[in-house]
């Protein structure tokens, strides 16, 4: 069973700066993309930046020049540094993650992991 957990989110003030992390644990041979979205009460999921497993990265324009994404292969891991951070900015996170069962690719969600940024 594979899972991914994320942690580091919290309540930080306008103008701070948070890291979220991403775990992939369980039984699987590979992991392809992973990324994270967030969503607002009442608003849609939407995505605020992803990373291939090269390394290539996308992000939403809202978060461009403030949030940075990378990985860590070796321990299965994706990171989201969080800088600059605005009210608007609160929401849960969720990672995601591609992940190679040996045989095909599916797609995995974490639980979630709240930030909120006070003004």
């Known amino acids: 069973q594979v899972q991914l957990v994320e942690s580091g989110g919290g309540l930080v003030q306008a103008g701070g700066s948070l890291r979220l992390s991403c775990v992939a644990s369980g039984s699987f041979f590979s992991i392809g993309a992973m990324g994270w979205y967030r969503q607002a009460p009442g608003k849609q999921r939407d995505l605020v930046a992803r990373?291939?497993?090269?390394?290539?990265?996308n992000y939403a324009d809202s978060v461009k020049g403030r949030f940075t994404i990378s990985r860590d292969n070796a321990k299965n891991t994706v990171y989201l540094q969080m800088n600059s951070l605005k009210p608007e900015d609160t929401a849960v996170y969720y990672c995601t993650g591609s992940i190679y069962s040996g045989t095909h690719y599916s797609e995995y969600w974490g639980q979630g992991t709240q930030v909120t940024v006070s003004s």
């Open positions: 990373i291939t497993s090269v390394g290539t990265t």
